[in-house]
């Protein structure tokens, strides 16, 4: 069992819906919870970022963390076309010391049609 | 735009051969780390300096090594090329102790036939 799993879709959605990108984990020591955007070819961009359990909102982007349930999502508003890409989650231990070192999910690949 | 900047963007190598690739950190970031990402995968954790030192590895084999300079900026080895190391790698530069954002440069591309 990978200690972070993620479905890797694709997801088809019309442009204005509401997506839902999910992970399960494993580790119950994970503190830190990111998403990264991926756009083909290129290096992934820090979305959003997390510590601990609880939600975080930027623009159209919304991030929850369930530690009791090992579970994290992230929901996008109003998609658009430009939202096409994959959503890798990403997460790691607490400590300076981890610091960098994350665990990644396989990536959800997203297409939002106009 | 990150300020996280790698090369080569892409590069051919033949089995056997030897690569290194090149990664100049975020300003003020004195963490590197190095994640491989093949086709349809999330990145892998290869290893991180800090302080010029090897600060955490992942899982993979020896013949993956690296360094970090004073300035921050860091190589990736790569030695006795195999093709499954045909992947994206990733450099991504952070700061110790100012919590766990994490910054990804553009990727260097490596075909290994």
């Given at each position: 069992?990978?200690?972070?799993?993620?479905?890797?879709?694709?997801?088809?959605?019309?442009?204005?819906?509401?997506?839902?990108?999910?992970?399960?984990?494993?580790?119950?020591?994970?503190?830190?919870?990111?998403?990264?955007?991926?756009?083909?070819?290129?290096?992934?961009?820090?979305?959003?970022?997390?510590?601990?359990?609880?939600?975080?909102?930027?623009?159209?982007?919304?991030?929850?963390?369930?530690?009791?349930?090992k579970?994290?999502?992230?929901f996008?508003?109003?998609?658009?076309?430009?939202?096409?890409?994959?959503?890798?989650?990403?997460?790691?231990?607490?400590?300076s010391?981890?610091?960098?070192?994350?665990?990644?999910?396989?990536?959800?690949?997203?297409?939002?049609?106009? | 735009?990150?300020?996280?900047?790698?090369?080569?963007?892409?590069?051919?190598?033949?089995?056997?051969?030897?690569?290194?690739?090149?990664?100049?950190?975020?300003?003020?970031?004195?963490?590197?780390?190095?994640?491989?990402?093949?086709?349809?995968?999330?990145?892998?954790?290869?290893?991180?300096?800090?302080?010029?030192?090897?600060?955490?590895r992942?899982?993979?084999?020896?013949?993956?090594?690296?360094?970090?300079?004073?300035?921050?900026?860091?190589?990736?080895?790569?030695?006795?090329?195999?093709?499954?190391?045909?992947?994206?790698?990733?450099?991504?530069?952070?700061?110790?102790?100012?919590?766990?954002?994490?910054?990804?440069?553009?990727?260097?591309?490596l075909?290994?036939?």
């Amino acid at each position: 069992q990978k200690e972070v799993e993620q479905d890797p879709g694709p997801l088809s959605v019309p442009e204005g819906a509401i997506v839902s990108l999910n992970c399960t984990y494993s580790n119950s020591a994970f503190q830190y919870f990111m998403w990264y955007r991926q756009y083909s070819r290129k290096g992934p961009e820090l979305l959003m970022y997390t510590y601990s359990s609880g939600n975080k909102e930027d623009g159209r982007f919304t991030a929850q963390v369930d530690k009791s349930s090992k579970y994290i999502s992230l929901f996008i508003r109003d998609s658009q076309p430009s939202d096409s890409a994959t959503y890798l989650c990403a997460m790691s231990l607490h400590g300076s010391s981890n610091t960098g070192k994350l665990i990644f999910g396989q990536g959800t690949t997203l297409q939002v049609k106009p | 735009e990150t300020g996280v900047t790698q090369s080569p963007t892409h590069l051919i190598k033949t089995r056997g051969q030897q690569v290194t690739l090149r990664c100049s950190s975020q300003s003020g970031h004195n963490t590197v780390s190095w994640y491989q990402q093949a086709l349809g995968q999330g990145p892998q954790f290869i290893f991180q300096y800090y302080r010029e030192e090897e600060n955490g590895r992942g899982n993979f084999p020896p013949r993956f090594s690296g360094l970090q300079f004073p300035n921050y900026s860091s190589e990736l080895n790569v030695n006795a090329l195999e093709l499954d190391d045909s992947a994206l790698y990733l450099c991504a530069s952070s700061q110790q102790g100012s919590g766990n954002t994490i910054y990804f440069g553009e990727g260097s591309w490596l075909t290994v036939v």
